[in-house]
């Protein structure tokens, strides 16, 4: 990524447009794979309205249209996602990014475009607590996203992922789908929100 997480086009800086509806919200869904991230974005774009933006799936059609799997198309997914997430915040709608933003040059990306449009962000961490769930999980998993391939339990292990030190909302999703979106549901309420594990 680019020391900045801007890219190197700049962009003018635009207010987004607001519609007397919800004013735009970066919703940021990190985590391991295997954590429930795309179960829970997915659930909560439908309840929500909000526009849903996976990483994975743009990194898969680049391996569809045959690049080969690198590190350069895992950063040229976070960017794309980044520049839809811009144009959607402009239009003043909400926006979920679906990623395991598990480094610090991912999660800049996001406070950057948070702080370009003046919109705030609200960072939620997936967690499954039960390794031997979480393994299940992963192993037993269809292929989420041809052709990317779904990681293995060893690899999911062994994956960089940095604890995050800003506050943020950590859910544990061993709980029922249900409970998991109340809490997410009342941590996107509007206003200051403290720094909490649930």
Request: proline share 10%; with cysteine; glycine share 8%.
């Amino acid at each position: 990524m680019t020391q900045d997480g801007r890219g190197s086009t700049p962009k003018a800086r635009t207010r987004p447009a607001r519609s007397g509806g919800p004013p735009p919200v970066l919703i940021v869904l990190a985590g391991l794979p295997g954590s429930g991230k795309s179960t829970v974005a997915r659930a909560l774009a439908r309840r929500t309205g909000a526009v849903w933006l996976r990483v994975d799936t743009l990194e898969a059609a680049m391996l569809e249209a045959g690049l080969p799997p690198s590190f350069e198309t895992g950063v040229a997914a976070y960017l794309g996602v980044r520049d839809q997430a811009r144009d959607h915040l402009r239009l003043g709608r909400r926006v979920i990014v679906d990623a395991v933003n598990g480094v610090r040059e991912a999660r800049e990306l996001w406070e950057n475009l948070s702080a370009e449009l003046s919109v705030e962000k609200r960072v939620i961490e997936l967690v499954c607590s039960d390794p031997a769930e979480h393994r299940q999980r992963v192993e037993r998993r269809p292929p989420a996203t041809p052709p990317l391939p779904k990681p293995t339990w060893d690899e999911v292990r062994a994956r960089e992922y940095v604890p995050w030190n800003e506050p943020h909302l950590v859910v544990d999703t061993t709980q029922s789908l249900d409970e998991t979106l109340a809490r997410i549901l009342m941590y996107l309420r509007p206003g200051p929100r403290p720094n909490r594990r649930e």
